[in-house]
């Protein structure tokens, strides 16, 4: 027994051409490249500590 063609309505030829313009602009989207977390990017020097030294991230050296 053959089976059955089926022919989509407008409608959802509509609807399916919509999922694939979506779908593209995704992919498009996921190539551009990786995502940033801001975790470890480093946008401007750090200021020097009071002691006048270099240390960064709140680590400063004891005085002697």
């Known amino acids: 027994m053959?089976?059955?063609?089926?022919?989509?309505?407008?409608?959802?030829?509509?609807h399916v051409e919509q999922v694939r313009e979506i779908i593209r602009k995704s992919r498009?989207?996921?190539e551009i490249?990786?995502?940033d977390?801001?975790?470890?990017?480093?946008?401007h020097a750090p200021?020097?500590?009071e002691q006048g030294?270099?240390?960064q991230d709140g680590?400063?050296?004891k005085p002697a």
């Open 2 to 14: 053959a089976k059955k063609t089926h022919y989509p309505s407008p409608s959802e030829e509509k």
């Open 28 to 30: 498009k989207l996921l």
């Open 33 to 35: 490249s990786q995502p």
């Open 37 to 43: 977390t801001f975790l470890a990017r480093r946008t």
């Open 47 to 49: 200021f020097p500590s």
């Open 53 to 55: 030294d270099d240390a």
């Open 59 to 61: 680590q400063r050296r």
